[in-house]
């Protein structure tokens, strides 16, 4: 079953990312996914400051604006989508994930599939 890992930083350092864990860790975790077979897609995001809402109105109009202004403490940092037998081991991924440690957190969601 695909589980899609979202990975959201609660405190960014000075180069804009995770502040709890560094450069090899990201790199040590993302070749043990692969070297598992389980791995399907992923991506890290660029800088926030990067991002663009956009909003569409009841009239069909759409609302651009600089920033992802999100009311949330916590930034969208990438995900990751993996193809494990179940919820425990998706899990159990997420736990070893570098964004899950300190501030940070991973959330599991299953991927749904429209049998297409």
């Known amino acids: ?19 709890e864990c560094t450069v090899a860790d990201w790199m040590a975790y993302d070749k043990e996914v692969h070297e598992a077979g389980i791995f399907v897609s992923g991506e890290s ?9 956009v909003r569409t109105g009841p009239d069909g109009r ?7 202004f999100a ?6 940092g990438g995900f990751y989508v993996i193809d494990v037998p179940d919820l425990d081991a998706a899990l159990d991924w ?17 991927v749904a599939d429209f049998g297409g």
């Open 71 to 76: 009311e949330s403490r916590e930034v969208l």
């Open 45 to 53: 995001l660029a800088d926030l400051v990067t991002a663009t809402t």
């Open 1 to 19: 079953m695909k589980y899609m890992l979202l990975i959201n930083a609660g405190a960014v350092g000075a180069e804009g990312g995770a502040a």
């Open 62 to 68: 759409r609302l651009v604006t600089d920033g992802p």
């Open 94 to 110: 997420a736990a070893r994930c570098p964004g899950s440690r300190g501030s940070g957190s991973v959330v599991v969601r299953p």
